[in-house]
């Protein structure tokens, strides 16, 4: 890809679309272009395709869309399949008319069957039952990347897919209600250390296995798997099959993981686990030896990804934390 190539991140001020503008920058792009929520209405097909027209795209990032937790995706399951499958669909559709041959579409992990055998590979896709909680959202993403395999195919285009595990790092929503459980615990540890709490207590057994990825990582895969060439990327991917794991290829136990962040954090009371409260899954595993094999692996550990996020954390006001 050329350095000074027109390059549309859309979602530029989430976890992942912000840190692809930042590994992009850092790699030498110089011609990003990005739009806030109040200059461009993703969901507007209008608005999405005169954008468009008159931009001179050549290279798209697709990270917008709408997420949440459990709560929010069991309250507002139409909000997240309407939002989510309009801005897929606008923007797919509007870089097709636009004459725009390089795509890049992100996904989601809860693509795949609730039960889907671990590592989860990218032919679990379609195999079984959804989880129900977060069923329309995973429709959607579903849906987004058959809209990149159909593009392909009828149209020769090279729109790609990436599936990411659990991310976490700056940017990430660190609101007390609805955030995700990596920064939850920062949060929790780090308001029990100002408060000079003696006890953290954490939900379920702590047995639980599961995979995280520090953003950056996922965003320098995603300008990885962008920039391969057709031959390795075909090589590796099949035409109804096209979508890419990304993770780490390494899970923890949530024990291991509060206690991290309990170290990170600086925390010294006692962790106990409530074993009342669920566990959900026993394992959730990306498995990421189609993009091991493409060249690219993690590199940020766990413990420096955390220590990363937890400076973030410290560092912003609350109102960024929370958005």
């Known amino acids: 890809m050329e350095l000074n190539s027109r390059i549309y991140v859309a979602g530029h001020r989430g976890m992942v679309g912000s840190a692809i503008v930042r590994q992009l920058k850092a790699s030498g792009y110089t011609n990003i272009i990005t739009r806030t929520r109040n200059e461009l209405d993703l969901t507007n097909q209008k608005a ?16 917008a869309a709408k997420v949440g937790g459990i709560v929010a995706n069991n309250t507002y399951p139409a909000d997240f399949i309407y939002e989510n499958l309009m801005i897929q669909c606008n923007i797919i559709h509007a870089a097709h008319l636009a004459d725009i041959q390089k795509l890049l579409f992100l996904g989601s992990s809860c693509i795949y069957p609730k039960l889907a055998t671990q590592p989860m590979a990218e032919s ?26 159909s593009y392909n195919r009828q149209f020769c285009r090279d729109y790609r897919s990436v599936m990411p595990t659990n991310l976490y790092g700056p940017n990430d ?34 047995k639980p296995m599961r995979e995280f990825l520090y953003v950056d990582d996922m965003a320098d895969a995603s300008i990885h798997v962008m920039n391969l060439s057709n031959e390795v990327y075909k090589e590796n991917t099949q ?38 409260k669920p566990d959900g899954a026993p394992r959730k595993l990306m498995e990421v030896a189609r993009l091991n094999d493409m060249g690219w692996s993690s590199t940020v550990g766990l413990e420096k990804g955390l ?10 006001p609350l109102d960024l934390r929370e958005a």
């Open 124 to 149: 679990a896709l379609l195999t079984g039952e959804l989880e129900p909680t977060n069923e329309p959202y995973a429709v959607a993403k579903i849906a987004g990347i058959k809209l990149c395999e």
């Open 239 to 276: 035409p109804m099959l096209s979508h890419i794991n990304v993770g780490s290829g390494i899970d923890c136990t949530i024990r291991e993981l509060v206690e991290t962040v309990a170290k990170v954090v600086g925390f010294e009371g006692s962790i106990n686990f409530d074993v009342s």
């Open 173 to 206: 929503n660190f609101h007390p209600e609805n955030s995700h459980v990596i920064p939850a615990l920062i949060r929790r540890f780090h308001e029990a250390k100002l408060n000079g709490d003696k006890e953290v207590v954490a939900w379920g057994s702590g």
């Open 307 to 316: 220590s990363l996020a937890y400076q973030w954390y410290l560092n912003n």
């Open 48 to 63: 999405v395709f005169d954008f468009f027209r008159t931009e001179n795209i050549e290279k798209v990032y697709l990270a």
